[in-house]
């Protein structure tokens, strides 16, 4: 026998040489592999039985089989007990918006939901036990280590395989990679957090005759907890970014939709499916979140997490810095001071306010629409036939009536009515938009839902057949309440203008004396993200009714005549006539912009209103002159007129997806305005969130007197900011 080394004498320094060291590794694991895969059944079994038994029972038999509104009515009562009634309204609402995507998204949103549960829930029951085995016992803690390490170095991928392998595809294996996954820093915090509990305290506690059980679950574990829950939010984080990973693993859910839709180049199924899955991440994220971290976004904390899995007590170092600074802040806002009384000037405006606002909220149980629908008739058939509703009133919030236009202006009437309780009862104290400024974007809400209404154009067929009728049937009907509503929400608009111009709100800290030009950037993409929208689509029109040309119609024609006759079986002409409706809606497509004569004609309110909203921008940002209290305001009148813009193109966007089937689409043009309308507000949220109302000393007596005194001060000096007037009793927040 000859060595094949010897026969082709490779040298050293040859790199085909490693070819006959070759270590096997690969070799050993499969041989591993097979071994357990014949002989430990029964222990694979107990591994794959938990995580089978909990996404049976929590996901498929309980969240994907209850009714969305219970899950998420459920999200707003754990949201509110967990942190507070906004983020609980904000969890619900966020869901909500995934279920209107669709009955498909709802269900893989509850899929979602219930995988990261069923993981999270599973890595507390491993995790904190453990990391309290680790505290306590130096010994488990060498042991452990070793293997956390190991978890967080290897790249995911490798171990998906042997997983694979064991447990194939599907979504118990997904829930398994991403337990591995995210279960290190769990067991790392707990295993701090009992070791950083005072030593002299566990040994009080013994010297008081307690045993060891007491002493964990009385002392430990309550003085480990911020530990605990901060682990509990790591792991909660790296279980929402490994959805992506688990849906390659064919695990279900949100993540498998963005999958496939990357596979197979689906834009649409892309973009929905995302938002989706941002939703859920944000509404899971909000519920876990350290109060300490309110001010830090899901990408930056799941950045963190990604970046301290080795050291996460790196994190809880900085949350504890975090709650200590937020509390010496919340202490020095008690020791203030107290805010601003409302002055009688002031008060009158409240009322006016309120009382439009009353009068638009009453508007909309009023008639809105007569003989026809409105919104809904460019999108149902039974709205646009005017014999099916002649002589039918439809109020602000029916489909056929102000539809959503209407629901805005209620929306706005009672924001605007809370924001006005809430400071005349407690000025200064209740949340943060029930303000004048926060008031001021809720009647630009209204005023958008109710001139939306009024300007956009009758449907031309709905007057053609009014025309047509030869005085038999009436047109379209504007009713009693949409220009009640229409007045209403403009007294509301100059009501709270007036109320921003005297009410006294200083910011917190001295402002930048430099025109805001990033601002001014996002005001001109507003504008011309609308200026786009004015030709882009607003509606998509592919019913079978509206796409036929004369030349299909012909040929349905044709069919049923042969039908009718005998020439051709009715199977088979129903099966042709069939097939040219489907030529039809997939060569023929209608598509009305938002300024045609034959569309609502809302992309010229819409440049309107961002018109309004960039000139406004202008003095805002400083351009016609440096000063922080005329800044605000000018603020607070741009960011109205984006949220009227929202409500234009949010009444049409919504309207339409109340009646209209799925042959028949709101167009992108709409939710360029909706983009728009946003960054018009988001240009002036920065300088709306350093104001807030004045403040004065507790003890001080004649409060109003110094307001008073200081505001006459200011205006004598023609400088609004009293942070330049030297000592005044007036002090900013």
């Known amino acids: 026998m000859t060595i094949l080394a010897q026969e082709e004498n490779v040298g050293l320094f040859d790199n085909k040489i490693l070819d006959q060291f070759e270590i096997p590794i690969g070799g050993w694991v499969d041989q591993m592999v097979d071994w357990i895969d014949l002989n430990m059944g029964w222990l694979l079994d107990i591994i794959r039985w938990p995580f089978a038994f909990l996404l049976d029972n929590v996901v498929d038999n309980f969240i994907a089989s209850i009714s969305w509104v219970w899950v998420c009515l459920a999200f707003f009562v754990i949201g509110s ?79 998906m395989l042997p997983i694979i392998f064991f447990f194939s595809f599907g979504v118990v294996p997904g829930t398994m990679v991403t337990m591995i996954f995210a279960l290190p820093p769990l067991i790392r915090l707990t295993n701090l957090g009992i070791r950083q509990v005072p030593e002299d305290v566990v040994e009080a506690s013994r010297a008081y005759g307690a045993p060891e059980l007491r ?8 003085l480990a907890r911020p530990a605990i829950m901060t682990g509990l939010n790591q792991t909660l ?28 180049l689906d834009i649409a199924l892309a973009a929905s499916a995302g938002l989706a899955l941002f939703l859920v991440a944000v509404v899971l994220d909000r519920i876990s979140q350290p109060e300490a971290d309110d001010g830090l976004n899901m990408f930056t904390r799941i950045k963190m997490a990604w970046a301290h899995r080795k050291d996460p007590e790196v994190l809880l170092a900085t949350a504890e810095a975090n709650k200590a600074a937020a509390d010496a802040e919340e202490e020095k806002k008690k020791e203030s001071g107290a805010y601003a009384s409302v002055r009688p000037q002031e008060q009158q405006i409240m009322f006016a306010a309120a009382g439009a606002a009353v009068i ?10 007569s003989n026809a629908g409105h919104a809904s008739s460019y999108a149902r058939r039974d709205d646009e036939v005017l014999d099916t509703l002649q002589g039918v009133g439809s109020d602000g919030l029916a489909a056929s009536g102000g539809s959503w236009f209407g629901v805005f202006v209620l929306v706005g009437a009672l ?4 924001s006005v309780g809430y400071s005349m009862y407690k000025p200064g104290e209740g949340p943060r938009w029930f303000s004048p400024d926060g008031a001021m974007m809720s009647a630009g809400l209204a005023f958008g839902g109710a001139i939306g209404f009024h300007w956009m154009q009758v449907k031309p067929t709905v007057a053609a057949a009014a025309e047509a009728s030869n005085g038999e049937l009436s047109g379209f009907s504007t009713g009693i309440g949409a220009y009640l509503g229409l007045i209403a929400a403009l007294g509301m608009l100059v009501a709270c203008a007036l109320w921003v111009r005297i009410a006294p709100f200083s910011p917190l800290r001295p402002m930048k004396p430099v025109i805001g030009y990033g601002r001014l950037f996002g005001g001109v993409v507003a504008f011309l993200l609308v200026v786009i929208a004015l030709f882009s689509g607003w509606s998509f029109d592919r019913r079978a009714d509206t796409v036929l040309t004369p030349e299909l119609q012909a040929e349905l024609d044709e069919v049923r005549r042969q039908v009718d006759e005998g020439e051709l079986a009715a199977a088979i002409g129903a099966q042709n006539i069939q097939n040219i409706q489907n030529r039809a809606q997939a060569s023929e497509l209608i598509i009305i912009d938002g300024i045609s004569e034959d569309g609502s004609r809302l992309g010229w309110l819409s440049l309107a209103l961002s018109a309004v909203g960039l000139g406004l921008l202008l003095p805002a940002a400083g351009v016609m002159g440096i000063n922080d209290r005329k800044q605000w305001g000018w603020s607070t009148f741009s960011a109205a007129a984006g949220w009227a813009a929202m409500a ?18 709101s167009g992108a043009g709409s939710f360029l305005v909706l983009v728009a309308g946003f960054f018009l507000f988001a240009s002036n949220r920065g300088v709306l969130n350093e104001f807030r109302r004045k403040k004065v000393y507790a003890d001080d007596p004649g409060d109003d007197i110094l307001i008073d005194a200081t505001d006459a001060a200011l205006a004598a000096s023609g400088n609004e900011n009293p942070a330049t007037l030297g000592d005044e009793m007036v002090v900013t927040q």
């Open 237 to 264: 984080l790296l279980a929402i970014s490994m959805i992506g990973i688990a849906a390659i693993m064919g695990a279900g859910g949100l993540g498998l939709l963005v999958f496939r839709a990357v596979s197979n």
């Open 81 to 159: 007990l967990v942190r507070n009634v906004k983020i609980g309204a904000f969890a619900a609402v966020a869901l909500a918006m995934c279920g209107l995507l669709g009955t498909n998204y709802w269900e893989e949103t509850a899929r979602t939901i219930g995988m990261i549960l069923v993981a999270v829930m599973l890595c507390a029951l491993v995790g904190i036990p453990l990391g309290v085995l680790c505290g306590r016992f130096d010994g488990v803690w060498q042991v452990v280590r070793p293997t956390l390490d190991a978890m967080q170095v290897v790249h995911a991928f490798v171990y």
């Open 215 to 222: 002493v964990l679950m009385d002392v430990q574990l309550p």
């Open 415 to 418: 924001m605007v009515l809370a």
């Open 648 to 665: 234009v193109a949010g009444g049409w966007v919504i309207s339409i997806l109340r009646v209209a089937d799925a042959k028949f689409v």
């Open 360 to 369: 638009a909220a009453l508007s909309t149980f009023l008639t809105w629409g």
